[in-house]
């Protein structure tokens, strides 16, 4: 607002009119002259030097005094951008893999397969008022729920079989927003990894059954398993014999749930205050699990502390819910657990992941995408205001700060060529020399990258000129498929600009259509 202020409005609507931008009156308003609601953001004082901020001449502006703009990273942006994505220690994202056993991340399941049918058969019946619970910090944002989903076993597992066990992920996409699609191409650079063959990874990955909760799945290491159905096939064959549940079903929604941010459901106080310890550790530190005493404590024992999840009253007929046999319960009468996603957990998964409207479904608008200016920027402007100035974030736009590592693809037919990519990719990396964001060039399958750059609007029926959908609006579902981001010939346009002795016209666009 206090730079729109200084705009003579007049004088912006013929400039901006005319070629080469030709804006209507309506983009004019979008792009310059309607301020950002100061509630939506995070900044300090105006940062007029910003590579976020246009260049404008003095005749734009009512004081006849230009706006400079930036043309590169400035250090109120670097230190803003440090500040907001901090750098990890050393230890950080990239580390080596954190060994599923350590439960605080990985939810490691039950090995056991045969189940009490009257137990399985009591899960019908679940109490009203009752919901799971997802873990706030681990919890999604509303355009990071299509889940690309990799079988990283060599060699990998029938395409019938990842077909199958990807439906029954995506069993939850009939109650939420969330969506599972198997990427085929290069499976190792999913968000969902998933092993069926744990030995193949080593001993950091023991069997079984388990799911990284959430976000935590963005902490392991490229390439790693995130998610494990240890001979799911063989299993679920083995229980349709003994007559017993589905256990596609049981299994793969419950560790799908796992990676939604669902925690267990018997890990509620209210529900182990039901177990009887000493018969909890005998039965599970016995075959087949054979898990340890701090096994056993994290993974059934130890509560999860309330504050930490947003959740109703316990739902022990949950798919998140364990099943107990009576003999493990101080009553002795067991508690069912959940074979299937019940009513309750689709309710809940409603409410925490609310399927878009029809209208926002299919059609992407400016407010999520900024087109910027499709000529050099005015000369003459010079100065600009000092002192503890700040560029600015969009609140509900921002990125977690797990997941800063961006997959870069160049969708155009033909591609540039690859020194071009590497250039355009060092300039965004400018920003990682400041913050934790990371960009990485995709080649394989660059339509399945997050950031998808067209060079060449007229491929895809979107605008022309230099553009990018802001923060996690980039998920959003509609531009699957479709560019994100927009630099028009910004090769061709940055050479003819450097020829003529102009400032580094790749430096100005790139920067800035990252930030």
Known sequence: EEIVSKLNR????KYYGAPPNSWSKAQVDAQVLTALNPATIQA???DGNSIMCYQISGSLTIDHVPIPGGTSIDAIDASFAAAVYPKPAAAGILAAPRPPGHFSACTTDLVVHSRQKALAAAAAAAPSGAAIAVVKSKRWGPDDLIFSVGFVDTPAPALALQHKLL???NVWSQH???EFVLETDDPSSARVRVTLDPSQWGSDFPGGYWSYVGRDILGIQAGYPTMCLEAIEQQAAA????GLPDEYMRVVTHEAGHTLGFPHEHARKEVIDLLDKAAVYDYFGGPPNNWSKEDIDSQILRPINPKTIEATRVDTHSIMCYQFEP???KNKKGIPGGNEIDQIDAHFAGSIYPKPADAAEESAQFSVCVADFVQPAPAGAAGGPAGTSAIALVSNKRWAQGDVIFTVGFIDKPAPSPADQATILRYMQEWSKYCRAEFVLQTDSPLSARIRVTLDSKQWGVPGGYWSYVGT???LAQLKGKPTMCLDNIIAKAAA???RGGQDELMRVVTHEVG
């Open 10 to 13: 007049d004088a912006v609507y």
């Open 44 to 46: 300090s004082r105006i």
């Open 167 to 169: 439906s029954y992920m």
């Open 176 to 178: 939420c927003a969330a």
């Open 239 to 242: 229980a349709a014999e003994e």
């Open 327 to 329: 003999q493990l319960t």
């Open 473 to 475: 609006d980039i998920g």
């Open 497 to 499: 600009i450097k020829a």
